[in-house]
């Protein structure tokens, strides 16, 4: 099929309409009624059942547009994305990020898109979960990796960049500080830090109230960034939850961190605007997912 023959179908298939379908494609209704008529004939057979009243698809005609559709969509994405790579892209992205790791693969990405667009400049920002999230819906930052899950109206999740092995930052001199691992059920053993603001979602997920055999957790002092928590847990006012791969960029000598052996592990994903997405950040965000994969695992 020629590529006006699938649009020309798809758009009658919507409109059930020629003179609409006409307008639409800005052709005349004989055109489209011509093309349809010889799609039919290479076909074998009737795409739409017409009379003076209506215009209506055929079993065939359907099956033949819910095949079509998905590929049709993907066709016109990948056509965009190419043109966008090309397109006079200005000015500035702003990149957001809440982890050093997440941070690593945003400069590598930038580095590598400014090289394909010089004219615009991708510039970070290190931010905690509750402040990036608020950026990023405010149009302070553009594109953000941080912790999943998120669900945030105007707020698309795309795909998981990273995951990483949990743990429970406890003080030095508790027992579970002398632990190879600890398990879900030790969230019991000692008041849980939490950050302020947090989200019911993340809430539950990161510091739940009971353990997976239902033992109360406490839940003790909070905190508004990530040194504030780990000071809270360094004086020995409790615990709090984060990442294996944190010790080693935020090693205290008044705190440990524990890896669970039975909690899943903390991933961070990729987020933008549904909206008001600026030039340029869908070719930020396919630079960045093409580098992701060599950055995975890697400390």
């Not at 547009?65 to 066709?75: E, F, G, N, T, W």
């Not at 001199?173 to 830090?193: C, F, G, K, Y």
Request: charged letters at 25%.
């Amino acid at each position: 099929m020629e590529r006006y023959e699938i649009e020309t179908f798809l758009a009658l298939a919507e409109e059930l309409h020629f003179a609409r379908t006409a307008e639409r494609l800005h052709v005349s209704p004989g055109r489209v009624s011509q093309t349809i008529k010889g799609l039919e004939r290479r076909i074998g057979g009737a795409l739409f059942e017409r009379n003076s009243r209506r215009v209506a698809l055929t079993p065939v005609g359907r099956q033949l547009r819910d095949d079509l559709s998905p590929a049709y969509r993907q066709i016109q994405r990948a056509l965009a994305e190419a043109a966008a790579a090309y397109e006079d892209v200005r000015g500035v992205l702003w990149a957001g990020f809440t982890a050093p790791w997440c941070g690593k693969l945003l400069a590598q990405a930038a580095d590598a898109f400014s090289s394909g667009h010089p004219r615009c400049a991708v510039k970070l920002r290190g931010m905690t979960y509750n402040a990036i999230i608020v950026a990023l819906r405010e149009k302070d930052v553009d594109l953000v990796i941080a912790e999943a899950p998120v669900e945030e109206p105007g707020i698309t999740v795309g795909p998981v960049l990273f995951c990483e092995r949990r743990a429970l930052v406890v003080p030095a001199t508790h027992p579970l500080a002398d632990r190879d691992t600890v398990s879900l059920e030790d969230l019991a053993l000692l008041p849980l830090i939490t950050p302020v603001g947090m989200s019911p979602l993340r809430y539950e997920v990161h510091f739940p109230r009971r353990t997976p055999r239902g033992r109360a957790i406490e839940h003790g002092p909070a905190a508004g960034d990530w040194e504030g928590l780990l000071s809270l847990v360094g004086a020995g006012r409790g615990a709090t939850v984060t990442t294996a791969r944190a010790g080693q960029y935020y090693a205290r000598p008044d705190v440990a961190y524990v890896p669970f052996d039975d909690a899943p592990p903390v991933e961070y994903a990729l987020m933008w605007r549904v909206t008001g997405r600026p030039p340029g950040l869908q070719a930020l965000i396919r630079t960045v997912l093409d580098l992701a994969p060599r950055n995975a695992d890697r400390p």
